[in-house]
């Protein structure tokens, strides 16, 4: 959209008010769900506060602001010939421009998996419900059951089936039989895809060969992405759905009288037409049980929403058993908001109509981000390279490793194979503009030289990559770079790029909870605790005596969120741990707090998607008590040995832990795994043992890093490892993109009207 464009649109708009953009339809099997939802959101906003500017997301990823004659149409199908006819796309870059806030009424895939929330994060748009992390873990069954169970909340029993495996079993059921013996189960059973929602690809069976046909029908329920599957033990007793919204204040939680769901013929299953046909099954608001029935319900369902992290509003589906176990199926962080659904009947239970609850989700989310005056009310701020793959690396940002990030993009670019890519490199201001920088700015020391050099004509719109290049290197480190915000940006633009998904990269930019979700999955781990400043005012004494009885002197300090050792500190006694401490809350980070190890400190390179190659490892030396970012990256500094000095079994042992860990989180790409390896003498269990430290989903490339080093001992030079991660990159987005060529062609035929 062009500036008069722009312009045009900002003039049908009330520019006094709030803006709130509802962001409905989309690319997912559930756009028609997203476009009811919508529907019923706009509907409902309070107009004497807000401007409400209704924004459409076409099957193929074209995005309009969507004129108000086509909102109330009955099915998408009804008008999007033409909204493509009568209004120009605009580009994600342009909401800024439109809307100060949005609410997200999108379902399913590039909606509540992170990938729109990490869209929205690098824009900077502030928008409802949860964020990178909790969206992709939430969205993912399998994922979401751990967390679950990690934090004793029952949920079915059965197993799980990864694509791999799927395809072991795709013809051979006396194998998938066995499967069931492994694990115990029976008949009935229900099928579940682990990335969808509205119930798409959900199946009862009773047989080994409706099982096997269920199972290989969710795998390919959507033909753009095969997909893990859910195989649980159905389970008796009252279905319910239990709506969750925060308080006046937006500090915890309150739970709304539990919904008892009745299908059409007990003991079917709740399906797509049940949920929104009209007049097909039955819903009991309050559920029939008795009053400590229906709070327990509510504790389940709010400790579900701990457990997650979930944010704003939520939906919390389970069942009530006949044994008197309250077990959750399906925790949901944007529930839909058709006009008959479960949000709305129990909010009438309060005696909140729909526009109360609508609008007491957005107040209490935009008093959250400090959107308020003091009055309550909303604040109002105004391919050209012939056969040649073009990659765009992307470098800088606004983190504080962002002088390590120039590095890595930098050495990228240089270790690209002149003859196979043409280098794009996109510089990522302080503020996270992109700007497509030339060689002489390339080479320059540090970030703040080259923002002071930058021009107005440098800086594009991220909807420009498309245009510009073929693949996405990612280079920034830390922040809206590491934690999904940008992967899930890149999703949403169905751009490949290299290194994990939203997933991996959310749940890894966070060391305390991956920690809590390795040590779930059986590995070794650090033990330790987060420490927040609120919590260091008020229990100072007992988070010391905490230290003390569980970790012992010394202790590691970190911030629970950066990497490149940042602010990272060890302390001795009770004044070390206090100055580490306030550095750290100082900053407004929260502290973790570890246990001291000691052993042989090892880092260890892994390449790969569902095959992995471990590199060798290599061990580094501190010359203190900690590796310091110089040792890291300052040439001449720091002292690594590749390989490391291991005997043939245990360096066997550390590739297979990298690789079992690689797995466990869901990387691709490339990886690198730090730990440290202590021999029987120094372990406590009395057995060697692996004591995983981190995982850095996309570690630095600079040119000392150990990533070289290793793979030089496999015969790979570093432009051969870089090719390697692009490679990778490109397999990864084939796999889960089946349809790429025909959906990237539908997508800018739509963009172009």
Not at 78 to 89: C, G, I, S, V
Not at 101 to 115: F, Q
Request: one cysteine or more; hydrophobic letters at 40%; charged letters at 25%.
């Amino acid at each position: 959209m062009d500036r008069k464009r722009i312009l045009a649109v900002q003039k049908r708009l009330n520019m006094s008010k709030l803006r709130i953009g509802v962001l409905m339809g989309g690319r997912s099997l559930e756009r028609e769900v997203s476009f009811n939802s919508g529907r019923t959101i706009c509907d409902h906003i309070d107009t004497s506060l807000y401007e409400i500017v209704p924004i459409f997301q076409q099957q193929g990823g074209a995005l309009y602001c969507l004129p108000w004659q086509f909102l109330h149409r009955g099915k998408i199908s009804d008008f999007q010939d033409r909204l493509a006819e009568q209004e120009a796309p605009i580009v994600w870059d342009d909401l800024k421009a439109l809307v100060d806030y949005v609410y997200i009424a999108m379902h399913g895939r590039w909606a509540e998996d992170g990938t729109v929330q990490g869209m929205l994060e690098v824009l900077g748009i502030p928008y409802v419900g949860s964020g990178v992390y909790t969206s992709a873990i939430s969205m993912d069954k399998i994922f979401q059951k751990k967390i679950l169970s990690d934090a004793g909340i029952q949920v079915p029993r059965g197993l799980d089936l990864d694509c791999v495996q799927i395809k072991c079993i795709e013809d051979d059921e006396a194998s998938l039989q066995a499967l069931l013996d492994d694990y115990d189960l029976d008949f009935p059973l229900v099928v579940k895809p682990s990335s969808e929602g509205s119930s798409f690809g959900v199946k009862i069976t009773n047989s080994i060969q409706d099982l096997h046909k269920a199972i290989l029908q969710a795998h390919r329920i959507d033909p753009r992405m095969r997909q893990s599957v859910v195989v649980e033990q159905m389970l008796e007793g009252m279905e319910f759905s239990s709506i969750l919204m925060r308080n006046d204040q937006g500090d915890d939680w309150v739970a709304l009288s539990a919904t008892e769901i009745v299908t059409q013929d007990n003991g079917s299953m709740y399906d797509y037409d049940q949920k929104y046909m009209p007049g097909c099954g039955t819903k009991f608001t309050p559920a029939r049980c008795s009053d400590k029935d229906i709070t327990r319900i509510q504790d389940v369902s709010i400790a579900t929403a701990r457990a997650l992290e979930l944010e704003t509003m939520a939906r919390v589906d389970g069942f009530l058993t006949k044994d008197g176990r309250v077990v959750v199926i399906d925790p949901n962080t944007l529930s839909g908001m058709t006009p008959s659904s479960f949000t709305f009947l129990q909010a009438a239970q309060r005696g909140m109509s729909h526009s109360d609850f609508i609008n007491h989700i957005i107040k209490t989310d935009l008093n959250a981000l400090g959107m308020l005056t003091k009055n309550g009310e909303p604040m109002n701020d105004r391919k050209v390279a012939g056969s040649k793959i073009r990659v765009a690396v992307l470098m800088g940002g606004n983190s504080s490793e962002r002088e390590v990030s120039l590095d890595s993009g930098r050495n990228v670019v240089y270790k690209l194979s002149p003859n196979k890519y043409q280098a794009v490199p996109i510089f990522v201001d302080s503020n996270f503009n992109p700007h497509k920088i030339n060689q002489a700015l390339l080479v320059k020391n540090a970030t703040p030289e080259i923002e002071a050099f930058l021009e107005p004509d440098m800086q594009i719109k991220w909807a420009d990559l498309p245009t510009l290049c073929d693949f996405v290197f990612i280079g920034l480190h830390g922040g809206k770079g590491e934690d999904g915000s940008v992967q899930g940006m890149l999703e949403m633009m169905g751009l490949p790029y290299n290194g994990p998904g939203i997933l991996a990269s959310s749940l890894c930019m966070d060391k305390y909870k991956t920690n809590r979700f390795l040590r779930a999955r059986g590995f070794e781990v650090p033990k330790g605790f987060i420490v927040t400043a609120q919590d260091w005012a008020k229990q100072k004494e007992d988070t010391l005596q905490r230290v003390e009885a569980e970790l012992g002197w010394p202790v590691i300090v970190k911030p629970h969120n950066d990497g490149c050792s940042v602010m990272l500190g060890k302390a001795s006694n009770k004044k070390d741990l206090e100055k580490a401490l306030s550095d750290i809350h100082l900053h407004g980070r929260i502290a973790l707090v570890e246990e001291c190890i000691v052993g042989m400190e090892l880092s260890v390179g892994v390449l790969g998607n569902d095959t992995v190659r471990v590199l060798p490892p290599t061990q580094t030396f501190a010359e203190s008590d900690f590796l310091t970012m110089k040792e890291k990256f300052l040439p001449g500094q720091g002292k690594n040995l590749t390989p490391a000095p291991l005997s043939e079994g245990a360096t066997k042992l550390v590739q297979q832990i990298a690789a079992d860990v690689f797995k466990a989180i869901q990387a691709s790409g490339y990886s690198r795994v730090d730990c440290f390896y202590q021999t029987a003498e120094l372990s406590p269990t009395g057995k060697e043992r692996i004591v995983i430290l981190e995982i850095n989903t996309l570690p630095a490339l600079t040119p000392a890093t150990c990533l070289f080093h290793q793979s030089a001992e496999v015969g790979m030079r570093p432009m051969d490892m870089i090719d390697k991660i692009i490679e990778l990159g490109f397999e990864r987005y084939r796999i889960r993109n089946v349809s790429l060529v025909v959906h990237n062609e539908l997508s800018k035929q739509q963009a172009t009207g």
